[in-house]
């Protein structure tokens, strides 16, 4: 989205608030979700809106990797960028975040990783044959 609009997030929340974001990352999601046999990397609330679940669920399969509020607590300790996150307290936004979030991406998810889930590696095959179960590779150009 920063690539596209030559802006950062920061600047886009100042100057049209979160409609105004949400609003071109659905545009987005729907534009990319329109080509095939790729990775989106989503931001957190892509799944706020009822359409951008739709989209993901209907051209693509939904992998979610779910982090528990302390370990994105930490991870976000020193990051400055995420305008949802300048609040007095980022723990009391995280887990109000988390709460509406997380059962989207749980009723969106085809497949969901826990870190409970074993190994990274177990949990790449787990998601790769998952993929090759779902996924239809598309047909190649003669």
């Not at 409609?19 to 071109?24: A, D, E, N």
């Amino acid at each position: 989205l920063e690539r596209r609009t030559g802006v950062s997030v920061n600047l886009i929340f100042e100057v049209e608030g979160e409609p105004g974001f949400r609003q071109r990352e659905s545009q987005l999601l729907a534009e990319t979700a329109a080509n095939v046999a790729q990775v989106i990397a989503t931001g957190g609330g892509v799944v706020l809106a009822a359409r951008n679940r739709a989209i993901l669920s209907e051209r693509g399969f939904v992998l979610y990797l779910p982090a528990s509020v302390d370990a994105q607590l930490a991870r976000l300790a020193r990051d400055t960028r995420r305008p949802l996150l300048r609040a007095p307290d980022r723990l009391e936004r995280l887990n109000a975040m988390a709460a509406l979030r997380n059962p989207l991406y749980e009723s969106t998810a085809d497949l969901i990783l826990t870190p409970q889930s074993g190994s990274v590696s177990r949990a790449a095959d787990r998601a790769i044959h998952a993929l090759e179960q779902t996924w239809q590779r598309p047909a190649r150009a003669a």
